[in-house]
């Protein structure tokens, strides 16, 4: 076990040691922050405050399980970060109709989304695959889309099988095929767009979901 880790739950609960751990990993903070935004970042951006709360709140919810402490608190400061532009983009449209504050509500929209695709290309990567597949592998013929939207539908109602899928890399076929009738040739054809569209749709994406939207209205028809 790396020595991160165990500080890590060894301070959870104790604002000294979180504090302390937050001093030491300041530069890891400033730099996710600002690969996630794609800009540079410093301590008077709202950004970093965001950022230093997930991971403050990244050492509160650890434990060995999640993996590596570091690995764990980037998820969190992505996930704060994408839940703050969203907050930004609503509260613009809410208080101000002016084209300049709507370009640029349209601008934070836009972030949000960026970072919904930085976030699951990682996901992603643990399969083999680029998040630029899905235009190649996802499927065209109606009957073909059908076919893999079931596949999807199962996964979701099943989202053990999504977990187990994260861990092994590997789709269930067999599972698949004898609970919903899928053929094995369509799902291995398409196994890229299968697992990309359930984690997905399992995940926290709502702006990337909206582009797989047809998936469940596929597999209900």
């Known amino acids: 076990m790396r020595e991160i880790d165990r ?14 751990m937050i001093k030491e990993y300041e530069f890891f903070i400033l ?20 950022s230093l709360n997930a991971f403050s709140k990244a050492v509160e919810k650890y434990d060995y399980d999640k993996g590596s402490f570091l690995s764990f608190a980037e998820l969190m400061i992505r996930r704060s970060l994408i839940d703050h532009f969203r907050a930004e983009s609503r ?3 809410e208080i101000s109709t002016d084209p300049a504050e709507l370009r640029k509500n349209a601008s934070g929209e836009a972030e949000w989304v960026r970072l919904e695709i930085s976030e699951i290309t990682g996901v992603l990567k643990a399969y083999g695959i680029s998040f630029m597949d899905l235009a190649d592998c996802s499927p065209k013929a109606g009957k073909t889309k ?19 899928m994260g861990a ?4 269930p076929l067999k599972i698949i095929e004898e609970n919903t009738g899928v053929p094995r040739k369509i799902m291995e054809r398409h196994r890229k767009y ?26 209900d028809e």
């Open 168 to 171: 092994t890399g590997l789709l």
């Open 91 to 93: 509260r613009g449209i």
């Open 194 to 219: 299968i697992i990309a569209a359930a984690e997905i749709l399992n995940g926290d994406y709502p702006n990337i979901a909206e582009y797989l939207s047809y998936i469940r209205k596929e597999a």
């Open 146 to 164: 059908k076919s893999c939207a079931e596949a999807v539908r199962y996964l979701l109602m099943n989202p053990g099988m999504i977990d187990e």
């Open 31 to 50: 730099r996710k922050t600002a690969a996630a935004c794609g800009r540079f970042i410093t301590k008077s951006d709202d950004e970093w405050a965001v």
């Open 7 to 20: 500080a890590a739950v060894e301070a959870a609960g104790d604002f000294e040691k979180i504090s302390e």
